[in-house]
């Protein structure tokens, strides 16, 4: 038999569509991996969360007022704890919302294999990368018109130790380019990024172009030369 919660969730999926069933699917999987960390939580997931599961799979939308309408108008959440930077909330019946998504197609049965590996294992190495924060370090470093040592360290110490595997799993997610279109955007960035920062600001510092003999490169003026040795 199905419950009042499991008719009202297919209701707002009815009704809203896709969103509501990736908001809902990112609240069950926050949800899931709050509880699996062990940690006492005041509730069973956060607006923050949802909104960073959403990105992860390249969705940017704002989930506040779908999560406002799944309280107030349906009641299949509840506001758990808010202060001004967190807003924590929990399912009135989370077994009904976990037999809905499953019936929706959105979560596995439990003893279901994975359906594809390498798209698996492609998504736990790009959680490992953590883009966002990569691209914001080098954002900031190509902002600076000069760079310190710490800088330059950096910079050289990212190229040779991590680079490498962001351009290796970026080739890779390539190839699933809807589910990581998020991911990719931002690989891309950071990868052009680095390369202006090689090229414009790693080498300032007064530097000086060489001969292949490695002798300065020196410009001479023929004019005048050719007037001293006439006066000598």
Request: glycine share 6%; proline share 3%.
């Amino acid at each position: 038999m199905v419950s009042l919660i499991e008719s009202v969730l297919q209701e707002v999926l009815l009704r809203y569509g896709d969103r509501a069933y990736y908001v809902l699917k990112a609240a069950w999987e926050v949800s899931e991996e709050y509880a699996e960390d062990g940690r006492k939580y005041p509730g069973d997931f956060d607006f923050g969360g949802v909104v960073r599961k959403l990105r992860s799979w390249g969705i940017r939308y704002n989930p506040n007022q779908l999560l406002r309408i799944m309280e107030r108008e349906y009641g299949v959440i509840e506001t758990t704890y808010k202060s001004a930077a967190q807003h924590w909330y929990s399912f009135a019946d989370p077994q009904a919302v976990a037999r809905v998504l499953r019936d929706y197609g959105g979560l596995p049965e439990e003893d279901e294999g994975i359906a594809d590996p390498e798209e698996y294992v492609l998504e736990i190495q790009i959680e490992a990368i953590g883009i966002d924060d990569v691209l914001r370090r080098i954002k900031a470093i190509h902002r600076k018109h000069t760079l310190s040592i710490a800088d330059r360290e950096f910079i050289r110490k990212f190229v040779i130790d991590e680079l490498p595997m962001i351009a290796k799993v970026l080739k890779e997610a390539l190839k699933f380019e809807d589910r990581f279109s998020d991911f990719i955007r931002k690989a891309s960035l950071t990868l052009r990024l680095t390369k202006e920062v090689i090229a414009h600001k790693l080498r300032q510092g007064g530097v000086r172009a060489t001969h292949l003999s490695g002798e300065p490169n020196v410009s001479i003026d023929v004019r005048n030369e050719r007037s001293r040795l006439r006066r000598t």
